[in-house]
Every structure is written in structure tokens, then in C-alpha cells.
């Protein structure tokens, strides 16, 4: 079982930049692919970013692609998101996922493990 705890969230301005990260307990870090959803309020969630086990190769939502960097530090248990130029429309609460079946799902039911959320505001 992984333990998934998020970090970074906060009140920001449009044009700001936020790094959340998500630190995951358990050695097996490297085995599963891990993803980053957001909730607005009154929205279902949805699918941000997502990378593989391994790193490197990540997958992006279309809103997201050219502003956000999903990253991973597997020797840290450790995975990033680097958000930049944020909009209004970014505001949510942001969570991390994982699981071992599938590399850079981008559905929500293939996770198995989440996080408690971090809020991220940002002010036009």
C-alpha cells in the first residue's frame, strides 16, 4: 500500500508560478505511475499529468500542456508538478495519484491510491 501526502498548494496570483509536490511512503516508488487530477468546486475531477515509473515519458491534459511539468524524483519517493503562467481557471484542489497497472493513465478509476488534496487559488 502507498501513502500519498501533498505539498506546495496556496494563494497566488494569475502569471505566478507553484511547485506541489507529493511525497509517497513505501521502496517501490519506482513501480508505479503516478498522476496529478484537480477538483473545482461543483466539477468532477480531472486528469492533469501523469508520468511513468520510470520518469521520463509523461502525458499531459490539453488545458494544462506548455504551462505545467509533471517531474518525479524516485530516489526521494517524490513527484512534482510544476505549474506556471497560472490562470484563474486553475484554481482547485489538486491531488496525486498512483498505480502499478497502467504508466500515464489519465482516468481517474485506474488509480488506486490518492492523496488528501492541496489547494491551489489563484486571483485574476
Known amino acids: 500500500q502507498v501513502q500519498l501526502v501533498e505539498s506546495g498548494g496556496g494563494l497566488v496570483q494569475a502569471g505566478d508560478s507553484l511547485r506541489l509536490s507529493c511525497a509517497a511512503s513505501g521502496r517501490t516508488f519506482s513501480t508505479y505511475g503516478m498522476g496529478w487530477f484537480r477538483q473545482a468546486p461543483g466539477k468532477e475531477r480531472e486528469f492533469v499529468a501523469a508520468i511513468r515509473g520510470s520518469g521520463g515519458s509523461a502525458r499531459y491534459a490539453d488545458s494544462v500542456k506548455g504551462r505545467f511539468t509533471i517531474s518525479r524524483d524516485n530516489a526521494k519517493y517524490t513527484v512534482y508538478l510544476q505549474m506556471n503562467s497560472l490562470k484563474p481557471e486553475d484554481t482547485a484542489i489538486y491531488y496525486c495519484?498512483?498505480?502499478?497497472?497502467?504508466?500515464?493513465?489519465?482516468?481517474?478509476?485506474?488509480?488506486?491510491?490518492w492523496g488528501q488534496g492541496a489547494q491551489v487559488s489563484v486571483s485574476s
Open positions: 495519484a498512483a498505480n502499478r497497472r497502467f504508466s500515464k493513465s489519465a482516468q481517474v478509476i485506474d488509480y488506486d491510491y
